[in-house]
Each structure stands twice: as C-alpha cells, then as structure tokens.
C-alpha cells in the first residue's frame, strides 16, 4: 500500500455518492485541477490550480494526517476537497485511492422554489 505521494480528484460527489476517487494521473497534461499530497512524515496538503490563474478555487492549504489503522479512517486538519476532515480509506493501490465519506452531506434548507 502506497498512500504516500499526490492524488488527483478523478471522481467525486455527487457522481459517487458518498465517496472520493483520486488517481495518480492528473485528467490534463498540466496536472490542473484538485489534488490531495500525503506525505510520510504527516504534512498534509489540499489544492487546486487552474489554466488561467483567476479561479476563484485555486488553493494550496497546509496540515498533517494521520491513518487510525483499526478503522482504517483517514484525519486531516484540513478538508479534503474543501469537504470534510475524515473518510474511510476504503481503497489503495498503485494507481487509486477511494476515500468513503463518514457523514451525511449537510442538506441546504431555508430556500424555497420561485412560484410561477
């Protein structure tokens, strides 16, 4: 099992569900787009760049992780995909990590359909 090393978001919510699906190649030749970096001495870090520079996404932000080995559940002190801190490594190889999430998405209330 390799953990270690930088994972690009490939698949994500709401097309999964309930998980995150990162793989070792980015989807452009210029490794744009989300990324997770999981190194072994537990520094942590969430990002995403963009072609043009003025996204308003674009974030390279720090912490650690750690790995429970009993429940297999991964923490971060920073969100994961600008989601949450913690999800179950339901998967790892050489090419694919799947992170499951944990909680229930928070449901948006307080809005209500425009009458017609």
Not at 22 to 30: D, E, H, I, T, V
Request: proline letters at 2%; hydrophobic letters at 35%.
């Amino acid at each position: 099992m390799s953990l270690y090393g930088t994972w690009y978001v490939v698949n994500r919510y709401p097309d999964t569900n309930d998980s995150l699906v990162f793989g070792r190649q980015s989807g452009n030749s210029y490794n744009w787009g989300d990324r997770i970096e999981i190194f072994d001495n537990g520094d942590f870090v969430n990002a995403y760049s963009a072609k043009c520079g003025n996204d308003d996404r674009i974030h390279n932000v720090k912490g650690h992780w750690t790995l429970d080995q009993t429940s297999m559940i991964l923490t971060a002190t920073v969100a994961i995909y600008m989601q949450d801190t913690a999800y179950k490594l339901s998967m790892v190889n050489a090419d694919k990590l799947v992170l499951q999430r944990i909680n229930k998405p928070k449901t948006k209330r307080g809005f209500r359909t425009r009458d017609k």
